[in-house]
């Protein structure tokens, strides 16, 4: 039998049959490998050997299966991943899709910028929820992978939060799903179970998939370069500090100016200095001269 795999150009498949190709422990076990050493690549006996398949023939076939979708075959006739099998790893380690993350809820080292107590963050269905326990308010709600427990303290946990949901915000704030790739549009909106009673936010929403995200004005407001700057100035990082320590998002001042189309003024105040922004139903921020 031969000790190595033809290669197959690269053609587009079907979603199911690009998922089908996975439906096999070999091949996920030849994907981890790969993805175990990262920047190098395998030789087939040296490939085959670490995925521990004495029969050389089954090896090939499968994977000549996986060639041309989530492994290539480099110049040298070693072996590597592609982008979609470096994907298949994350998917793997992250637990997205084969773990089901157990609930549990943990102090943050964060207090509450309203009472001053300390934050609880609780995890279900693949969700984090940060709230104060004695506001009973909650601070943010969003998805998180399973796997990003594993071997992270209560601390580490808490800045990994906040690194994934700043993630999901720019993304979002830029256009960008996260989701599938696709484009995302952001307008003004008061319809949402994310929403309080006569609360106004921003709505992003992926023009191909059903992915969508609801966010106060402010924390859209929080990633201008004009608020960023204005946080500095007064000794504020924000992409060092959790969005729940931000003191003026918790009680943030709002007006509707008009409704059709919506435009709205938000005032972010820090330390006794204001500034006043006007964002319109497109997102584009002005600053209101005082």
């Known amino acids: 039998m031969t000790e190595s795999a033809d290669y197959d150009d690269f053609a587009d498949v079907s979603p199911e049959a690009a998922f089908a190709l996975l439906g096999n422990k070999t091949r996920i076990d030849i994907i981890r490998e790969l993805g175990e050493i990262s920047d190098e690549s395998l030789s087939f006996s040296a490939l085959r050997s670490r995925v521990n398949i004495a029969d050389s023939g089954q090896f090939n076939y499968h994977l000549k299966e996986l060639l041309g979708s989530f492994v290539r075959r480099t110049d040298d006739g070693s072996y590597e991943l592609t982008y979609a099998g470096s994907q298949v790893v994350g998917a793997i380690y992250s637990g997205t899709f084969n773990q089901r993350g157990a609930s549990r809820a943990f102090k943050l080292t964060s207090s509450c910028t309203k009472c001053g107590s300390s934050l609880e963050a609780d995890y279900e269905q693949e969700r984090v929820t940060i709230r104060c326990p004695a506001c009973d308010d909650q601070k943010s709600s969003f998805g998180f992978p399973p796997g990003a427990f594993e071997n992270r303290t209560h601390e580490e946990l808490a800045r990994a ?44 929403v ?22 960023v700057a204005f946080h500095h100035d007064h000794g504020i990082d924000v992409t060092e500090t959790p969005i729940w320590e931000i003191p003026w998002l918790r009680d943030e001042e709002t007006t509707v100016l008009s409704r059709e189309p919506w435009c709205v003024q938000s005032v972010v105040e820090l ?6 922004l006007v964002v319109e139903d497109d997102l584009s921020v002005t600053i209101v001269d005082t």
């Open 271 to 276: 330390d006794g200095d204001r500034l006043e």
């Open 206 to 227: 992926c023009e191909r998939c059903t992915n969508r995200t609801v966010n106060s004005v402010g924390a859209y407001l929080l990633y201008q370069p004009i608020v």
């Open 161 to 204: 939060f906040d690194t994934w949901l700043q993630l999901l915000l720019l993304a979002s704030f830029g256009g960008f799903c996260l989701n599938c790739a696709g484009r995302m549009h952001g307008s003004i909106t008061d319809v949402s179970e994310y929403l309080d009673d006569k609360e106004i936010g921003t709505k992003h």
